[in-house]
C-alpha cells in the first residue's frame, strides 16, 4: 500500500521531545536547538533496506555539517513487539555495526513520530535554530546509489540554511518502509 507523506509541519515549530539514546544519554531537542544552527531529525530503523541504502550518505552529511554548527538525530519509533530487530539493543548493535556518528534515540511510545506526521524510513526533518521545520522528505532523489543522484535535497537544503538561504524545494515525497505503528 502506497501511502502519501503528510507536508503540514512546514513552517511549523518541531514538537519538542526527550528520547533515550543507545549510549545511555537522554536527548532534549530544544538543548540541541538552542545550541546548534540546524538539526536533521531522520526517522530511521534497523530493518529498512532504504535506510541501509541511505546509512553511508547520512554518515557523510554528518561529518560534513557538523563543524558548522549541524547535528543529525536519528530516531527509531517502530513497534519493536511487530518488528524484534528495531528494540533498543538490536538498536545499539546495529549503531555499533554501522558506526554511526550521530546520535540514535528510541521513541517507545511513538509519540514523537505521530507528532512530526512521520510516515516512513528514512524521512527526514530539517529544523532551523528557532525550532521550525523547514523541510520534510527525502534524503535526495535516487535510494538505490549515490552516483546518481541529481538532487540531493537534504544536503543542499542544509546548506541554504547554514547560509540564510531559502530552502528549496520545502517537501518532497519519501521512499521507504512503512512505520511499524503499535497495534491497538
Known amino acids: 500500500m502506497v501511502t502519501e507523506t503528510p ?8 514538537p519538542d521531545f ?41 554518515k557523510q552529511i554528518q561529518t560534513e555539517f557538523s563543524s558548522q554548527g549541524f547535528t543529525l538525530m536519528g530516531i527509531n519509533a517502530n513497534d519493536a513487539a511487530q518488528v524484534p530487530e528495531d528494540s533498543f539493543e538490536r538498536m545499539k548493535w546495529f549503531s555499533a555495526q554501522q558506526q554511526l556518528n550521530f546520535p540514535y534515540l528510541r521513541d517507545p511510545s511513538q509519540d514523537v513520530a505521530l507528532a512530526f506526521g512521520a510516515t516512513k524510513t528514512p524521512e527526514v526533518f530539517l529544523l532551523d535554530a528557532a525550532g521550525k521545520i523547514r523541510y520534510q522528505g527525502a534524503i535526495d ?28 524545494p520545502e517537501f518532497t515525497e519519501v521512499i521507504g518502509c512503512s512505520l511499524k505503528w503499535r497495534e491497538a
Do not use: W
Not at 543507545?22 to 535506510?51: A, S, W
Open 7 to 14: 507536508r503540514g509541519m512546514i513552517g511549523q515549530y518541531a
Open 18 to 58: 526527550e528520547l533515550p539514546g543507545i549510549d545511555g544519554e537522554v536527548y532534549h531537542l530544544t538543548r540541541y536547538r538552542e545550541q546548534l544552527n540546524g538539526v536533521g531529525v531522520v526517522f530511521m530503523c534497523n530493518h529498512c533496506p532504504f535506510v541501509g541504502l541511505y546509512l553511508e550518505r547520512l
Open 141 to 168: 532523489n535516487y535510494a538505490e546509489s549515490a552516483d546518481k543522484v541529481t538532487e540531493a535535497y537534504f544536503r543542499e537544503n542544509i546548506k541554504r540554511l547554514l547560509t540564510g538561504e531559502a530552502i528549496a
